[in-house]
T-cell receptor
Framework: DAGVIQSPRHEVTEMGQEVTLRCKPISGHNSLFWYRQTMMRGLELLIYFNNNVPIDDSGMPEDRFSAKMPNASFSTLKIQPSEPRDSAVYFC??????????????FGSGTRLTVV | DAKTTQPPSMDCAEGRAANLPCNHSTISGNEYVYWYRQIHSQGPQYIIHGLKNNETNEMASLIITEDRKSSTLILPHATLRDTAVYYCIVRVVGRNTPLVFGKGTRLSVIA
């Protein structure tokens, strides 16, 4: 099991550019979560999906942020246009159905985004 | 999910036991206590969870008080690689709802 795979690991972009972050959840997991982490605000939930359907996007900071999950094995988080304050580490996590247990939430290694 | 309170930071000597406390005085009967940790620049990692009985696995032990209002995560022989931020999270099992992270405890293991 390769775990949750995020790409790219690092992204440096200029203000105003479009940024797309990608996530491949663990096969068989039916929930996917996008988090953002900064020094000031810690780990914040942006949006999560159950069975590819967005359930709660109240953490998405602005209309510049959008997330999709076209199928069970892929999700994207897009920022358009990007701003310097979007600089953060973005984590994707997935979870299987049913109880928590050891087979609970698995996080990817994150994408470190720097907007200059 | 119930709110948790943790000290912002702790130090521990290498080789000694690290005891990380967590208060969750408003925990409900169907809520479990989960512990995750985040080593610098990595994604959070599951450690252990429990309902009301003490639990032990290869990473740590979890001691939950009888009234379930607090718990302690024990790393029996801390190593430098255990330096991380440790998060105590209370949640209902059986729902695929998000983990909500507080500020956690920054544990520094000192040689």
């Amino acid at each position: 099991d390769a775990g949750v795979i995020q790409s790219p690991r690092h992204e440096v972009t200029e203000m105003g550019q479009e940024v797309t972050l990608r996530c491949k959840p663990i096969s068989g997991h039916n929930s996917l979560f996008w988090y953002r982490q900064t020094m000031m605000r810690g780990l914040e939930l942006l949006i999560y999906f159950n069975n590819n359907v967005p359930i709660d996007d109240s953490g998405m900071p602005e209309d510049r942020f959008s997330a999709k999950m076209p199928n069970a094995s892929f999700s994207t988080l897009k920022i358009q246009p990007s701003e310097p304050r979007d600089s953060a580490v973005y984590f994707c996590a997935s979870k299987g159905g049913g109880g928590g247990g050891r087979a609970g939430y698995t996080f990817g290694s994150g994408t470190r985004l720097t907007v200059v | 999910d119930a709110k948790t309170t943790q000290p912002p930071s702790m130090d521990c000597a290498e080789g000694r036991a690290a005891n990380l406390p967590c208060n969750h005085s408003t925990i409900s009967g169907n809520e479990y206590v989960y512990w995750y940790r985040q080593i610098h620049s990595q994604g959070p990692q599951y450690i252990i969870h429990g309902l009301k009985n003490n639990e032990t696995n290869e990473m740590a032990s979890l001691i939950i008080t009888e009234d379930r209002k607090s718990s302690t995560l024990i790393l029996p022989h801390a190593t430098l690689r255990d330096t991380a931020v440790y998060y105590c999270i209370v949640r209902v099992v059986g729902r695929n709802t998000p983990l909500v992270f507080g500020k956690g405890t920054r544990l520094s293991v000192i040689a």
